[in-house]
């Protein structure tokens, strides 16, 4: 049977920027999905040399498709239905039943067709199956139940209501739609959805398209007319390509680099249906405004992409992504400069006004700033963070750090009282940093006021200095202690204060940081500063949330470690031991993949888990009970416990001096003993004495041989 390519279209108003590619990717991948389920779609899959099945386009107006070799109608299938055990569907005298004939009825054939149903054994009994040719879809059949589903099934975020022209009917969808193209080959294939009827025009560019309509001969010559004649890039990788290589060139030839940023070209790619670059820029007085201010200034609103000298120094020029190509582009340049003027003309105000106050007389404003209503205030959560960074500080070090620290906390959160956040909420941090360096701030404590959200996000940077560590340590904690105080847990998809971030923060700091504190202390600490929360038990309360807090953290940890490719029983040997320094965590990973390198590393693993087992079901804890030499009565225990003497000191002081490869390879000199062990004593002696003895011995050497990670984890 021949095939024609074919190509579907939906012409509507401007759709979402941010959203477009998800949506042209989904239109397209559903259409195709659906075509090739109702067998209107060659099968080339052997044909390595076959190319791309489908192509997506996506512009500000059209969502597309193109799909190759399509039929024009499916095969027919030869299908064998189940219909009714023999004995339901004939009578004694072999003649079809009521219940038969209905049955044969509902499927479109008579009492004519009973001599010819199939009996077939079907477990215990016999049954009746019908064979019948189901007819195959044609292409307007399966086209128009695609086009339906993927509309149904576009990830729309809010859709709109409108009505049709007749004025009564009304139809929700992302956006009103105008227009159809559905062709196969060369012809249009009559289907209908929203309103619209197939055809084979549609829109180019509003102001540069050669014609007000543009017919579309056939489905391969869809993306050529629309680019030459309709001025319209459809494709949207092709037009995110093109608009990245004119900023690239644009800014070359100005000896300036481009500000990359792969958010705000995708937005500008969904904005644009045919883009020209334009250069543009704005009074030097603007650049004594903090660089952050402005980029984001001319980035969230203006769409521009600001422009880097060699030095990295932002420049006062910028690049326009605009959607004509004007002979003279000078009006449409100098209306972007009048704007960008107006939008840095406030930030420069914001900033100026800001900087008439200190911000610590802005600190006692945040009384008045409610947190969370369980929680009190920002003022008193500030107070909260202030005593847990100089705890942290303290420790990590003395009365200096912890000074700096304090301080730090203190004024973290004041600048959100500024104008400048309160109007670009994404500087917090940064702006209270420039306006503490302002009044003479020392930089330590500068940096660490913009520097305590980090990491904002996967991949962040951490604090650039131990002040910053503290107060973004501290600031963590007392957010997922007093969340989790008060129930407000992540749940599935849901976490709407960041709690699994905030984890992760605390997790790569005291990794990344090495930061000799255990994990329980500093949820303890942080946890004591919450007495004001109304229950009757406060300490049973805090307790138990922190040990719910605890599995969430390592929870996270575990989630990180196998993001990071670790094994999941790598993983587990370290995690299930809940290590209390996380600093240590990476030297552990190390020395468990170099222990399952040894020979003895598999027979010592299942060796544990059985020794693991074996205590479990006789609810003894590892290390628990003390052996006495004098019961140990047959040479392979007492050369085990010999062995245990020996060794297990040395994996110790290994441990110890953090030497965590060198520990665990000490315990493979076990092995020999351990499978001698099981080889030739009965643990479960019927003497009970006996018996207890053993398993004393089984538990002081799976506590020796657990220390770095439960190795039981790692058999196979």
Same mark, same amino acid.
């Given at each position: 049977?021949?095939?024609?390519? +074919?190509?579907?279209?939906?012409?509507?108003?401007?759709?979402?920027?941010?959203?477009?590619?998800?949506?042209?990717?989904?239109?397209?991948?559903?259409?195709?999905?659906?075509?090739?389920?109702?067998?209107?779609?060659?099968?080339?899959?052997?044909?390595?040399?076959?190319?791309?099945?489908?192509?997506?386009?996506?512009?500000?107006?059209?969502?597309?498709?193109?799909?190759?070799?399509? +039929?024009?109608?499916?095969?027919?299938?030869?299908?064998? &239905?189940?219909? @009714?055990?023999?004995?339901?569907? +004939?009578?004694?005298?072999?003649?079809?039943?009521?219940?038969?004939?209905?049955?044969?009825?509902?499927?479109?054939?008579?009492?004519?067709?009973?001599?010819?149903?199939?009996?077939?054994?079907?477990?215990?009994?016999?049954?009746?199956?019908?064979?019948?040719?189901? #007819?195959?879809?044609?292409?307007? *059949?399966?086209?128009? @139940?695609? +086009?339906?589903?993927?509309?149904?099934?576009?990830?729309?975020?809010?859709?709109?209501?409108?009505?049709?022209? !007749?004025?009564?009917?009304?139809?929700?969808?992302?956006?009103?739609?105008?227009?159809?193209?559905?062709?196969?080959?060369?012809?249009?294939?009559? %289907?209908?959805?929203?309103?619209?009827?197939?055809?084979?025009?549609?829109?180019?560019?509003?102001?540069?398209?050669?014609?007000?309509?543009?017919?579309?001969?056939?489905?391969?010559?869809?993306?050529?007319?629309?680019?030459?004649?309709?001025? $319209?890039?459809?494709?949207?990788?092709?037009?995110?390509?093109?608009?990245?290589?004119?900023?690239?060139?644009?800014?070359?030839?100005?000896?300036?680099?481009?500000?990359?940023?792969?958010?705000?070209? !995708?937005?500008?790619?969904?904005?644009?249906?045919?883009?020209? %670059?334009?250069?543009?820029?704005?009074?030097?007085?603007?650049?004594?405004?903090?660089?952050?201010?402005?980029?984001?200034?001319?980035?969230?609103?203006?769409?521009?992409?600001?422009?880097?000298?060699?030095?990295?120094?932002?420049?006062?020029?910028?690049?326009?992504?605009?959607? %004509?190509?004007?002979?003279?582009?000078?009006?449409?340049?100098?209306?972007?400069?009048?704007?960008?003027?107006?939008?840095?003309?406030?930030?420069?105000?914001?900033?100026?006004?800001?900087?008439?106050?200190?911000?610590?007389?802005?600190?006692?404003?945040?009384?008045?700033?409610?947190?969370?209503?369980?929680?009190?205030?920002?003022? =008193?959560?500030?107070?909260?963070?202030?005593?847990?960074?100089?705890?942290?500080? *303290?420790?990590?070090?003395?009365?200096?750090?912890?000074? *700096?620290?304090?301080?730090?906390?203190?004024?973290?959160?004041?600048?959100?009282?500024?104008?400048?956040?309160?109007?670009?909420?994404?500087?917090?941090?940064?702006?209270?940093?420039?306006?503490?360096?302002?009044?003479?701030?020392?930089?330590?404590?500068?940096?660490?006021?913009?520097?305590?959200?980090?990491?904002?996000?996967?991949?962040?940077?951490?604090?650039?200095?131990?002040?910053?560590?503290?107060?973004?340590?501290?600031? #963590?904690?007392?957010?997922? $202690?007093? @969340?989790?105080? %008060?129930?407000?847990?992540?749940?599935?998809?849901?976490?709407?204060?960041?709690?699994?971030?905030?984890?992760?923060? $605390?997790?790569?700091?005291?990794?990344?940081?090495?930061?000799?504190?255990?994990?329980?202390?500093?949820? &303890?600490?942080?946890?004591?500063?919450?007495?004001?929360?109304?229950? =009757?038990?406060?300490?049973?309360?805090?307790?138990?949330?922190?040990?719910?807090?605890?599995?969430?953290?390592?929870?996270?940890?575990?989630?990180?470690?196998?993001?990071?490719?670790?094994?999941?029983?790598?993983?587990?040997?370290?995690?299930?031991?809940?290590?209390?320094?996380?600093?240590?965590?990476?030297?552990?990973?190390?020395?468990?993949?170099?222990?399952?390198?040894?020979?003895?590393?598999?027979?010592?693993?299942?060796?544990?888990?059985?020794?693991?087992?074996?205590?479990?079901?006789?609810?003894?804890?590892?290390?628990?009970?003390?052996?006495?030499?004098?019961?140990?009565?047959?040479?392979?225990?007492?050369?085990?416990?010999?062995?245990?003497?020996?060794?297990?000191?040395?994996?110790?002081?290994?441990?110890?001096?953090?030497?965590?490869?060198?520990?665990?390879?000490?315990?493979?000199?076990?092995?020999?003993? $351990?499978?001698?062990?099981?080889?030739?004593? @009965?643990?479960?002696?019927?003497?009970?004495?006996?018996?207890?003895?053993?398993?004393?011995?089984?538990?002081?050497?799976?506590?020796?041989?657990?220390?770095?990670?439960?190795?039981?984890?790692?058999?196979?």
């Amino acid at each position: 049977m021949t095939t024609k390519n +074919l190509l579907v279209e939906l012409f509507v108003e401007e759709l979402p920027p941010k959203s477009l590619n998800r949506l042209g990717l989904a239109f397209a991948e559903e259409i195709w999905w659906k075509l090739s389920t109702a067998g209107l779609l060659a099968d080339k899959s052997g044909d390595s040399t076959y190319g791309e099945t489908y192509i997506a386009y996506a512009s500000p107006r059209r969502l597309s498709v193109w799909v190759k070799d399509v +039929l024009s109608k499916a095969a027919d299938k030869s299908v064998s &239905q189940k219909l @009714m055990p023999v004995a339901v569907g +004939l009578d004694a005298n072999g003649q079809a039943t009521p219940a038969l004939l209905k049955k044969l009825a509902s499927l479109g054939a008579y009492a004519s067709a009973v001599p010819n149903l199939k009996r077939t054994q079907d477990g215990k009994a016999e049954a009746l199956f019908y064979d019948s040719v189901m #007819k195959g879809a044609t292409l307007a *059949q399966g086209l128009q @139940m695609a +086009l339906d589903e993927a509309l149904a099934k576009l990830p729309i975020a809010k859709v709109m209501s409108y009505q049709f022209a !007749d004025g009564w009917s009304t139809v929700n969808f992302v956006r009103p739609a105008h227009g159809l193209v559905a062709l196969h080959g060369a012809n249009i294939v009559p %289907i209908s959805v929203l309103g619209l009827t197939a055809r084979r025009t549609t829109q180019g560019h509003r102001f540069e398209a050669k014609s007000a309509t543009l017919e579309i001969r056939e489905a391969d010559s869809y993306e050529t007319q629309l680019e030459n004649e309709g001025a $319209v890039i459809a494709n949207y990788a092709k037009r995110r390509a093109e608009i990245s290589r004119q900023l690239a060139a644009v800014a070359a030839q100005e000896g300036l680099h481009v500000i990359q940023d792969e958010a705000l070209l !995708d937005e500008v790619t969904g904005l644009v249906e045919r883009p020209s %670059i334009l250069l543009g820029q704005f009074e030097k007085e603007f650049l004594d405004v903090p660089p952050e201010c402005l980029i984001l200034t001319m980035k969230a609103n203006q769409k521009y992409f600001p422009l880097l000298d060699t030095q990295k120094k932002l420049t006062n020029k910028f690049l326009i992504v605009s959607n %004509i190509t004007p002979v003279d582009p000078s009006a449409v340049i100098q209306g972007n400069e009048r704007v960008v003027r107006a939008r840095l003309a406030d930030a420069k105000f914001f900033f100026d006004k800001d900087r008439k106050r200190t911000l610590a007389s802005r600190v006692t404003d945040l009384d008045k700033v409610v947190y969370h209503n369980k929680l009190g205030s920002q003022g =008193e959560r500030t107070q909260r963070v202030r005593a847990i960074a100089k705890a942290i500080a *303290q420790e990590l070090g003395g009365d200096a750090l912890a000074a *700096q620290a304090e301080q730090a906390a203190i004024l973290a959160k004041a600048d959100l009282l500024t104008d400048m956040v309160g109007e670009f909420p994404e500087l917090q941090g940064i702006m209270g940093r420039y306006y503490a360096q302002a009044e003479g701030v020392d930089d330590e404590v500068a940096f660490a006021i913009e520097d305590h959200y980090k990491p904002r996000f996967a991949g962040d940077a951490l604090p650039r200095n131990r002040v910053g560590v503290c107060v973004a340590l501290a600031d #963590k904690l007392e957010t997922l $202690v007093g @969340m989790f105080g %008060i129930n407000e847990k992540p749940t599935g998809d849901k976490d709407p204060f960041a709690l699994r971030r905030h984890a992760l923060g $605390v997790i790569r700091i005291l990794i990344e940081k090495e930061l000799p504190l255990d994990i329980d202390e500093l949820l &303890q600490t942080a946890s004591k500063l919450f007495g004001f929360i109304n229950i =009757e038990n406060i300490e049973v309360h805090l307790a138990y949330n922190r040990v719910k807090l605890t599995d969430f953290i390592f929870e996270r940890l575990a989630y990180n470690l196998r993001e990071q490719g670790y094994s999941a029983q790598e993983v587990e040997a370290i995690v299930d031991l809940r290590p209390q320094r996380l600093s240590d965590v990476p030297k552990r990973l190390v020395a468990v993949r170099a222990f399952v390198t040894l020979p003895e590393a598999a027979a010592l693993a299942a060796a544990n888990k059985r020794v693991r087992n074996i205590l479990r079901k006789e609810f003894i804890e590892e290390g628990e009970g003390k052996i006495i030499s004098k019961l140990l009565q047959e040479p392979a225990e007492q050369a085990l416990h010999q062995a245990l003497n020996q060794i297990a000191p040395k994996a110790d002081a290994a441990f110890a001096a953090g030497d965590y490869t060198g520990s665990l390879q000490a315990l493979a000199a076990l092995r020999a003993p $351990v499978d001698a062990f099981f080889d030739n004593v @009965m643990v479960n002696a019927e003497d009970l004495t006996l018996r207890n003895n053993r398993l004393a011995l089984l538990s002081q050497l799976q506590q020796a041989m657990n220390r770095v990670a439960d190795i039981s984890k790692l058999a196979s």
